[in-house]
């Protein structure tokens, strides 16, 4: 009987130990508060981060955020975020600066349409494509999307750089000599004014015949 009590107690005695190592499920705090060691402590204002934490006695104490660091939540954080940077090696410019209660907002360089936003801004960034020669620029690309290109018709060029296909040069219209045809990429190439040699010839050859009937 005696042995029985023993195990009994002694399974008592582990039981506490156990329940002292369990650590209890975390409190839920208010959204205005953060958890801390299973305790609700204030959280700091946007622009600023937790020095010390609460205690039964005192509030949360916050600093603001140093220079090259921002926050833009409340927040029961230690550290501030540091501010994103604008690579202009990845066709990015800053559109507004990192201040305490917000990061950098970057944008397209000119010339750049952004494939991922950011939070009103843009992370990631693309050079608009160039159209090839015998295409011509259908749509300008703007910030926000690509170049668009179309194929010229038939009797007109582009060199790829054109908002429109501009149509050959009819030589033969300008009485000029085709010395090489038009295609979709280049113009048409002239020579110099057309000349009625055979006309003129026969012309002379009338006038000389004529000299000569008249006075011979």
Not at 67 to 79: A, E, I, Q, V, Y
Not at 85 to 103: F, N
Not at 115 to 143: F, N
Not at 167 to 188: R, V, Y
């Amino acid at each position: 009987m005696i042995s029985r009590r023993k195990t009994w107690a002694a399974m008592f005695v582990l039981l506490i130990i156990l329940m002292r190592d369990v650590r209890v499920d975390s409190i839920t705090c208010h959204i205005t508060e953060y958890n801390i060691h299973d305790e609700c402590c204030p959280r700091c204002p946007t622009g600023h981060r937790v020095r010390i934490d609460c205690t039964e006695f005192k509030s949360t104490s916050c600093q603001k955020c140093s220079d090259g660091t921002f926050m833009d939540l409340p927040n029961g954080l230690k550290r501030c975020n540091p501010c994103s940077t604008c690579d202009s090696g990845a066709g990015l410019k800053e559109k507004q600066q990192c201040k305490l209660t917000a990061d950098t907002v970057c944008e397209p360089m000119e010339g750049f349409y952004c494939t991922d936003l950011k939070s009103g801004g843009c992370s990631v960034a693309q050079k608009h494509r160039s159209c090839e020669p015998g295409h011509y620029i259908s749509r300008m690309g703007t910030a926000s999307t690509d170049t668009e290109c179309s194929e010229c018709s038939s009797g007109s060029f582009s060199d790829g750089t054109m908002l429109s296909c501009q149509p050959h040069t009819q030589c033969e219209k300008e009485n000029l000599h085709l010395i090489k045809a038009g295609t979709a990429s280049t113009d048409a190439e002239c020579g110099g004014k057309s000349s009625n040699t055979t006309g003129i010839v026969i012309g002379v050859l009338f006038l000389v015949f004529c000299f000569w009937w008249c006075f011979y």
